[in-house]
């Protein structure tokens, strides 16, 4: 199937430099208007927002609400909430769309609008195209008396503890369990220590002073160094690591072990499928390593991957029927319970997993062999494009060649920055480093000389 063109979105929504085209509030404006007419058509509406710590997002947030006002849609404002909140609260609040003002796991100078549909899920690919064909609309204000109220809402936060903690059977507790808890200065800061708190853990906080600037900086799922050095300062159980928005998580074992997504995922997979309530199989994307792969089919468990992004993972696990998917990037679905990557959520389906067999995180994980991987950020030059390049490619393939069945390699644009990312895979580190630098090396001469 061929790829969609979309000129505002991206795999997440539409993000950017703060100030920069399209995150600028006179367009902000017009896309609440837009996503607003999409929305109403006519008939009014209502819509909940919600936001993490960046301090473009009380900006942001007056632009949309502008926006959607003037197209007749009536707007909810929670203020600082974690992502996969906006979509259990959509659902909630029976709200017709759902808006959360967060570029995620990047710097606080980017910011982003995303949406949710009633259901709880991200917009169809169809929907964000008519949205992006509505901005090309001259929007008129016909009847001022149906402009769409606002209102702020102010027990969201409690609404959505109780929620995660419905996840954790009542007969379960973490009593006895020392977790340190980063939540990147973002949107988790304020709910995430009250959900492990109130489930019997003690808890140790960081990254929980949120400036306006601060977000991701140094700490959360992108930084997990610090939550490493953290939990073995502590001496605690384990650590949990959120990233800014809520919808990533990263855990450390109490040996100072990262588990990342992939191992999170295999966790998960693996006690579900002890209790048979797996419910089919597991979605992971193109960038999970070969490893979970490998080690999944040793447990019976079926594997399929979905193009990146948590909005294919969700695709995917609606096609097969499935209950269970996510990204190494810290994503994961656990579709019983949740309807986009919740990163609290999947934390505690981890511990949930700890408990009911006895063992510790660094146990669970040991079947799990991980590959080596070597990721590659490049900036992408205007203009050039990696993807079709005649010598990048002949590159690619010869690696892929001598890298044979055990390894891979993967080049994709990011779909929230202006980044090429190359990733290489293999069963010898040293290898896997070289060829990664091989085609990076490649990709940078080309790139300088097609600006030449």
Request: glycine share 12%; net charge negative.
């Amino acid at each position: 199937m061929s790829e969609i063109k979309r000129k505002y979105f991206g795999t997440d929504g539409v993000r950017g430099r703060v100030g920069t085209f399209p995150i600028t509030p006179d367009f902000v404006l017009k896309l609440g208007m837009a996503a607003g007419r999409v929305l109403s058509r006519g008939e009014g509406g209502r819509v909940i927002i919600g936001k993490d710590t960046r301090l473009s997002g009380y900006m942001l947030e007056a632009a949309l609400e502008s926006g959607f006002s003037a197209a007749g849609v009536s707007t909810v404002l929670l203020g600082p909430m974690p992502t996969p909140a906006i979509s259990y609260l959509t659902r909630a609040f029976r709200a017709d769309l759902g808006v959360v003002i967060s570029a995620s796991h990047n710097p606080y100078y980017d910011n982003g609008i995303k949406f949710f549909s009633a259901e709880g899920t991200k917009l169809p690919d169809e929907v964000e195209l008519e949205i992006e064909k509505e901005l090309e609309t001259e929007f008129h204000l016909d009847d001022p008396a149906a402009l769409g109220h606002a209102y702020r809402q102010n027990d969201a936060p409690g609404r959505y503890v109780e929620f995660c903690k419905s996840t954790f059977a009542s007969h379960l507790s973490l009593d006895g369990l020392k977790i340190v808890l980063d939540c990147a200065n973002g949107a988790t800061y304020h709910v995430a220590p009250l959900v492990f708190k109130e489930l019997g853990a003690e808890v140790v906080t960081m990254g929980v002073n949120p400036n306006g600037i601060n977000i991701n900086d140094g700490v959360g799922s992108t930084h997990p160094e610090a939550l490493i050095s953290r939990v073995l300062t502590e001496k605690a159980d384990l650590g949990i690591a959120f990233d800014g928005d809520g919808d990533r998580v990263m855990m450390v074992d109490s040996e100072g072990s990262l588990l990342d997504g992939d191992a999170i995922l295999y966790i998960i997979a693996c006690d579900r499928k002890a209790k048979g309530k797996l419910g089919g199989g597991v979605v992971g994307t193109l960038m999970s390593n070969l490893g979970l792969e490998l080690a999944l089919s040793e447990q019976g468990i079926d594997f399929v991957r979905s193009k990146v992004g948590d909005r294919y993972v969700m695709e995917t696990l609606l096609e097969k029927g499935w209950r269970l998917g996510g990204e190494n990037s810290g994503h994961i679905i656990c579709l019983d319970y949740v309807s986009t990557g919740d990163g609290i959520v999947s934390a505690l389906q981890a511990l949930k997993a700890s408990i009911h067999q006895g063992k510790s995180l660094s146990e669970l994980v040991s079947p799990l062999q991980m590959l080596p991987q070597e990721l590659i950020n490049l900036r992408l030059s205007a203009g050039f494009d990696a993807l079709t390049d005649p010598k990048v490619q002949a590159q690619v393939r010869e690696v892929e060649n001598a890298l044979g069945a055990r390894g891979r390699v993967l080049l994709r644009k990011s779909g929230t920055e202006p980044l090429i990312r190359v990733m290489v895979e293999g069963e010898d580190r040293q290898q896997v480093h070289h060829y990664a630098q091989c085609i990076a090396d490649v990709i940078r001469k080309q790139a300088e000389g097609d600006q030449a």
